[in-house]
């Protein structure tokens, strides 16, 4: 028989009292001691039943879920409730049904029956439950008590010679039983620091102003936690304990690492250093959160061979996988390449070519795995699937094999993750042991659905890595109870979370049942009550107490708690400013002083032969001459994963691949006009519209029904545009999508020309497709010209009007200049209106040439300056701010360094 045993209200509490203990035996001199039997009240439940060799056992709470989903998804009425979610519907009646044993409520029939529909329903949900149990000779986690107490009568289960309870704000009927029956048998019963009972609010006011608390009031929540993570660095002492209570923690959660991080361990901003962190955070992050677990689950949910860009280059890319250092550069070409174009997913049975297939066999190997797993169709009990996805997994050296274990381990800076990891892992495992526990609830399932279970228990696993305890505990408002501290922090006390608004159980009757047994949740009045109680012994857990809370919360203004309105001041007793943070105190103390760091690094003539660029290389030279050398002198470049298949790049391509089937047969406004008269004119379209669609990447297969919506939308959108083409005088056709070269002083660029029309005058006009914004003619009379492309044409092909045609729906129109009128309605010939130094066409392409030149002169000689030609615009799309910084300097206010 154990003589005294210490029963906490929560795991958490049990650890601390733990850690008190170890603390307090250190500071005696001890240096060995026993440990003392503490445990949560749940853990040594389970801990005796077993130990007592019952007949019947108890299901996890996760068994328990999955067979109220079970037999509320098989309740034909179920349709009749409008359930949004059987999950959650499943939750609050376990909810109900652990409510019901707890409180002893009465479960007649009738006492459902004649309340609501979802009363009704439940009640008959509860029969087949309980039902179900009994063929099982199972018991629900809540009768476990009732069960432990019978087992201890009847002499199964030794009883304690003293029992102290820890932290527990209420005692449920079900457990005023069991303490009866342990006095009975003259057990001496304690409760610390006290046993529960309603506190007064005279009372609570007169403890709380005893504590000399005080409420502080910040502009949100992260100058709230920033000035908490300051004081603590005021009032922390060696030996001293600060507890930090937030009633909303998953809210708060992240902010309160970031800053706790940045404000107590500034040193952990740097990758490099391993710091030890004071403070612990109670609530744990979802370990489908974590990288390696969420990549495991990416891997397994895959329906189908045809996969997601994004999912096929994070798996074939990560680290967590057999990733061989040969393979590496190989497998980054592959994801290089892929993500140039414009589908979105790829087909695993083809996507590598021979040549790669022999640079990549563990790639190969990995993708002949990966599919042996899509093909288990047939289905198995949830342990079968748990035993082959371990092995499936364990194939592909997930999450790493030993000796990058071993290897890693010697880094440091690395122990810590590797422990993370590791731990992270073993979660994993106990997350396949829980699916495993389904075998009897779920019995023989399909692979999707065994991913979408595990998926959902790794998603409910809370995952925390384990740490010594520290000093500095950051906790909920329940797991709070119990714990003592010296300083004590309440944070976001405004007007909804004390008291929190009730939230009753929908499937309990709420006359006859919530409200007369005051059950959780239930009422205002029950909130009240419980928020008071709470207070009272937060209060008594302290030395010092400070309450706050952020006045805004998102967009919603929020007020402090009325329970805490006579300790509210005018202002913040608490307001530092000093920091810190890394960001904050610079690693140096002298006076800086600016210095232009410009060197030109000349283009050497062996590299002329590797830069590759058209137009846009004097496009990126004129709007920043960082961004061309970076780009086409660095191969500096971004490819994003493309967001769908037809995205605005694709659609422009498809365009100027229409227009160029299109003119290879009219050839002449003659023969459009001919076409339009005699109702030919769709007919071409919709052809070449195939034809275009066929040439691309576009897989009309698998998307048949959009593939139909975008021929529509092609043909109304080329139709529309011929309009303007039917409106001009005589053309021809003379070239479409041809390739060439130009030489600019010594820079050679390559350009394609969307189309060139000749008119039987003999005028050459020069057209680009353009399908979004485009520029005004204005651009090309700057000094700096950021949109070059028709003049360098100009240049290679003399011609006598040049324009872009502006295929969007609603803005038609040829924008451009011309030697004369009328070449193209509405082209502008007055050059003078752009510039008053040019007055002939002439004098136009000898402007260009020099302009043009001067830019192709400054790439050459190297001139690579930082220098964005209209910032912060020029630099908000560009993709080199990483390599530049500028974007570091800019002031918002004039878009240039301060």
Not at 402 to 408: H, S, T, Y
Not at 544 to 559: D, L
Not at 786 to 805: F, G, H, N, R, S
Not at 848 to 857: I, V
Request: negative net charge.
């Amino acid at each position: 028989m154990v003589d005294r045993l210490t029963l906490t209200v929560n795991s958490r509490l049990a650890r601390w009292l733990q850690f008190h203990h170890g603390r307090q035996q250190s500071l005696d001199g001890q240096r060995v001691w026993n440990k003392p039997d503490i445990h949560s009240l749940d853990d040594w439940l389970r801990q005796v039943w077993l130990q007592s060799w019952p007949e019947q056992y108890v299901l996890t709470e996760l068994q328990s879920r999955n067979l109220w989903q079970k037999i509320i998804r098989e309740d034909p009425s179920t349709s009749h409730l409008n359930l949004l979610h059987i999950q959650g519907a499943a939750s609050h009646a376990s909810e109900a049904c652990q409510l019901i044993q707890k409180y002893r409520l009465p479960d007649e029939p009738a006492g459902f029956n004649n309340y609501t529909e979802e009363t009704r329903t439940f009640r008959r949900w509860l029969t087949r439950y309980r039902k179900q149990l009994q063929e099982w000779q199972a018991l629900d986690p809540s009768e476990l008590l009732d069960a432990v107490s019978l087992r201890m009568e009847q002499g199964h289960i030794p009883l304690p010679g003293e029992i102290i309870f820890h932290g527990f704000d209420e005692i449920t009927p079900q457990m005023r039983g069991w303490l009866d029956f342990l006095e009975s048998r003259q057990i001496s019963i304690r409760f610390e620091p006290n046993e529960p009972a309603p506190v007064a609010s005279n009372i609570l006011q007169e403890v709380i102003s005893r504590k000399q608390a005080t409420v502080q009031k910040y502009e949100d929540a992260n100058e709230e936690v920033t000035q908490c993570a300051r004081w603590i660095r005021s009032v922390y002492r060696e030996g001293k304990t600060i507890g930090i209570v937030v009633p909303q923690l998953e809210d708060y959660r992240d902010i309160l690492e970031r800053e706790f991080k940045a404000e107590l361990a500034p040193a952990s901003v740097f990758p490099w250093e391993d710091p030890h962190l004071p403070f612990n955070i109670s609530l744990g992050t979802p370990l489908s959160h974590e990288p390696m677990v969420h990549l495991a689950l990416l891997l397994l949910s895959q329906k189908n061979k045809r996969i997601p860009l994004l999912t096929f280059s994070t798996l074939v890319t990560s680290p967590f996988l057999n990733l061989p250092a040969d393979e590496i550069e190989s497998r980054r070409d592959l994801d290089w390449s892929l993500r140039g174009g414009n589908t979105t997913h790829v087909l695993i049975t083809k996507v590598l070519s021979p040549e790669q297939k022999q640079k990549c066999p563990t790639l190969v190997a990995f993708i002949k795995d990966w599919m042996g797993w899509m093909d288990k169709e047939s289905p198995r009990l949830p342990s079968e699937w748990a035993e082959i996805i371990s092995d499936f997994l364990g194939t592909l050296q997930w999450p790493m094999d030993k000796q990058e274990w071993e290897e890693l381990t010697k880094i440091k800076g690395k122990r810590d993750l590797l422990s993370r990891q590791y731990q992270a892992f073993k979660s994993w495992k106990e997350c396949l042991d829980s699916l495993s526990s389904l075998d009897r609830v779920l019995q023989k399932i399909n692979r999707h659905q065994a991913v979408s279970n595990l998926t959902h228990i790794a998603g409910e696993t809370l995952f925390q890595p384990q740490t010594h305890e520290e000093p500095i505990q950051v906790i909920g408002l329940l797991e709070s109870a119990g714990m003592e501290f010296d300083h004590l922090w309440v944070m976001g006390c405004h007007g909804e979370t004390l008291p929190p608004i009730p939230h009753p159980n929908p499937f309990l009757p709420f006359l006859s049942h919530q409200q007369p047994y005051s059950l959780p949740h239930s009422t205002a009045e029950r909130e009240l009550i419980f928020t008071e109680q709470t207070l009272w012994r937060l209060a008594h857990a302290c030395h010092e107490i400070v309450f706050s809370y952020p006045t805004w919360q998102g967009e919603s203004e929020m007020a402090a708690s009325p329970l805490l309105t006579p300790w509210i001041k005018d202002k913040n007793t608490i307001q530092s400013s000093v920091s810190s943070k890394v960001a904050d105190h610079p690693g140096f103390a002298v006076q800086l002083e600016s210095v232009e760091d410009y060197f030109p690094i000349p283009v050497l003539p062996e590299e002329k032969k590797s830069i590759k660029g058209g137009y846009s290389l004097l496009k990126n030279q004129a709007e920043c001459p960082f961004r061309a050398f970076a780009i086409h002198r660095l191969s500096s470049k971004t490819r994003n994963f493309p967001e769908m298949d037809v995205d605005d790049s694709f659609q422009g391509t498809l365009i100027h691949k229409i227009m160029e089937l299109f003119w290879q047969q009219a050839r002449t406004s003659d023969t459009l006009h001919d076409l339009h008269e005699s109702n030919k004119l769709q007919p071409l379209i919709q052809k070449c519209i195939q034809e275009a669609f066929q040439d691309s990447s576009f897989d009309a297969d698998q998307q048949s029904a959009f593939y139909e919506l975008e021929q529509e939308r092609l043909t109304s959108l080329i139709l529309e545009w011929m309009e303007k083409d039917l409106e001009r005088s005589a053309f021809e056709v003379l070239k479409t999508e041809e390739p060439d070269e130009i030489q600019l002083d010594g820079l050679i660029l390559k350009i394609k020309l969307d189309r060139m029309d000749k008119t039987p005058e003999g005028k050459i006009i020069l057209i680009d497709y353009k399908t979004g914004r485009i520029n005004p003619p204005d651009k090309w009379f700057e000094d700096r010209m950021e949109d070059p492309q028709l003049p360098l044409y100009a240049l290679q092909v003399p011609a006598d009007a040049v324009a872009y045609a502006n295929v969007k729906r609603g803005e038609y129109k040829y924008k451009g200049i011309a030697v004369q009128d009328n070449l193209i309605p509405r082209l502008e010939s007055d050059l003078s209106r752009y510039n008053p130094d040019l007055h002939s066409w002439k004098e136009l392409s000898l402007y260009w040439k020099e302009n043009l030149s001067r830019t192709a002169q400054e790439f050459l000689a190297g001139h690579l300056k930082v220098d964005p030609l209209n910032a912060p615009d020029t630099c908000r799309y560009c993709d080199q701010i990483t390599l530049c910084r500028k974007t570091e300097l800019l002031n918002p206010f004039n878009g240039e360094a301060e």
